[in-house]
């Protein structure tokens, strides 16, 4: 297996639905939704809905994408459920209606919400379906409604009222929603919109909805009676630069034929398209971005000047410690690590005139400048103080001089050697 990242597939996260089944609890996610995230070139993993779990997110990094689908209601403590005005007795008649529902799931929540406000955090492309949708909404301080039909569709006109859900024709239930023009439902569909209508037939398995937008998204279809039935971020939507914000309340691959897999339009699928494609290039920036730089490699001109100055650095450090004369053959192989110093050093006064005439342009040339005034003022006193110095003195400072130049040729040389042993492992 390679370990190369910039072939391994992008991974977008997926919370479970927990069911029971057998009388034990059973945790799933559709399988059209896995079948094209990974269709269309990323692992979808999946965050099972376990206690304890939103606290262990950080185990499954790298998250290149979220996409949240399904679920029972959102706890209504997390937006406002005092603005509903339903009565105990209506609240009560909703649970029995919406039993599968209605049944507040706060760990799922909270993994939920977590993830959510982290792609908020850190731009990760999302994609809400239905309850993602919600959870989205919620998690940007929008509202819902706690159920369409009490608070919504008994205030609409007859002509205008809309079924959201259907359980006795649970996936072939549709309904009409008007795509706003200009945005990415318009360019999914356009093939299949009426220029005047601007109308698909959408899915509907909900009884909650958006009922308050948050402020940064814009809307991208209605349904008859008003209800938002997509939204997304303008300035989080841009997939081939890995941005992708948004949320669709009914669900485009489920938007199927009777007993086949063929889509009611061709459009259905381009919201896991996109948002595919914005997950593999948020991949491809999030490797450039933090991608460890590799050891440096001395190729063998290199290796070889490195050991003369490693040579000459050995020579003027036995010179100090034993104090003794050099022999003349040697003299030449210490002017590698003069040369060396000479290079490293300060720029000279030539470099400095040279580097005005360039406008100083260099990013810092400003800092050398100063540094280099300030190295002259620092010089000017050190004569005048070193000038009033006894012999002594004198003798002693250049024995603490002598010292730290071994030190630092020591410490040179032990430098140069951890790089040539990081370049060989």
């Not at 896995?34 to 206690?51: C, E, F, K, Q």
């Not at 897999?261 to 999030?286: T, W």
């Amino acid at each position: 297996m390679t370990s190369d990242l910039s072939v391994v597939l992008p991974r977008v996260l997926i919370v479970s639905r927990r069911s029971v089944r057998k009388n034990k609890f059973v945790d799933f996610v559709g399988e059209y939704h896995l079948d094209l995230v990974v269709g269309y070139g990323a692992v979808p993993v999946i965050v099972p809905r376990v206690s304890g779990v939103h606290m262990l997110l950080d185990s499954f990094e790298p998250i290149h994408g979220v996409l949240l689908c399904e679920g029972e209601d959102i706890d209504p403590s997390l937006y406002e459920p005092d603005a509903s005005g339903l009565s105990l007795e209506e609240l009560e008649e909703i649970r029995k209606l919406h039993a599968s529902d209605t049944a507040i799931d706060k760990e799922k929540d909270s993994i939920e919400m977590r993830l959510a406000k982290l792609c908020l955090e850190r731009n990760i492309p999302y994609l809400g379906i239905c309850r993602g949708s919600q959870v989205l909404n919620v998690a940007c301080g929008g509202t819902l409604y706690q159920d369409i039909e009490k608070e919504l569709t008994k205030k609409c006109p007859e002509e205008n009222r809309v079924a959201h859900i259907n359980y006795d024709d649970y996936d072939g239930h549709r309904h009409s929603a008007k795509v706003v023009e200009n945005t990415p439902l318009d360019q999914w569909f356009k093939d299949s919109l009426d220029e005047e209508k601007m109308e698909i037939m959408v899915n509907s398995y909900h009884h909650q909805g958006v009922k308050r937008l948050a402020q940064r998204f814009v809307p991208m279809a209605f349904a008859p009676d008003g209800l938002i039935e997509g939204f997304y971020d303008p300035d989080a939507y841009n997939p081939e630069e890995g941005k992708f914000i948004m949320g669709l309340q009914f669900h485009p691959e489920r938007m199927r034929k009777s007993d086949s897999d063929e889509f009611d339009y061709p459009g259905c699928p381009s919201a896991y398209q996109e948002f595919v494609k914005a997950v593999r290039a948020y991949q491809k920036k999030l490797n450039s971005s933090t991608s460890v730089p590799r050891p440096v490699k001395l190729d063998q001109e290199m290796e070889k000047q490195r050991k003369i100055i490693v040579r000459s650095f050995s020579l003027a450090r036995n010179l100090y410690t034993k104090g003794q004369g050099l022999p003349s053959s040697k003299e030449s192989e210490l002017k590698a690590g003069a040369e060396f110093l000479e290079s490293n050093t300060a720029l000279s006064l030539q470099q400095e005139t040279r580097l005005k005439q360039m406008g100083a342009t260099v990013r810092n040339g400003g800092s050398y400048l100063e540094r280099l005034k300030l190295n002259e003022e620092r010089e000017k006193i050190a004569r005048l103080v070193i000038g009033k110095m006894s012999v002594e003195q004198l003798s002693d400072l250049m024995s603490f001089y002598r010292m730290m130049g071994q030190i630092c040729s020591e410490v040179m040389e032990r430098k140069l050697q951890d790089i040539v042993t990081e370049a060989a492992s």
